[in-house]
């Protein structure tokens, strides 16, 4: 527990969002810190997560796990409101950007494969 007087700085995982619409719940597989379970989109060739992370979260470094046979062309996007999009820069270590919503999106590659996440780790070793 932080010291009184101290406020805790990390940011967690809120609210995880699918393409498989809002009653689905497996999008959390990818942020529960279990590497063993995941998230597999239910549309071969695309599909997307989005996580709302609160407090905001500053990003210095971000990993993920994806599983074998997943899509892996992935666009990164980050927003503060949801509504005005980014793409996440390159060099997060030296640009970090602060963000409450990460969006990860798998275009539709025409493909037969779906997109499948083990885990999300943003700031990995903090």
């Known amino acids: 527990l932080p010291e009184k007087g101290t406020v805790a700085a990390t940011s967690e995982p809120v609210s995880v969002l699918t393409s498989d619409g809002p009653e689905d719940e497996t999008g959390w597989n990818a942020v529960d810190g279990d590497p063993e379970t995941a998230w597999t989109g239910q549309k071969p060739g695309g ?46 270590e030296t640009n970090p950007v602060s963000l409450n919503f990460l ?22 070793g903090n």
Not at 60 to 89: C, F, I
Not at 104 to 120: H, K, N, Q, W
Request: net charge negative.
């Open 47 to 92: 599909g997307y997560l989005v996580i709302e992370y609160a407090p905001a979260l500053t990003l210095r470094a971000l990993e993920v796990d994806l599983a074998e046979g997943s899509l892996s062309n992935v666009n990164y996007l980050y927003s503060q409101d949801a509504v005005e999009w980014l793409p996440l820069p390159e060099g997060l």
């Open 103 to 124: 969006w990860l999106l798998f275009p539709d590659g025409r493909s037969d494969a779906a997109p499948a996440v083990y885990e999300i780790r943003p700031n990995p």
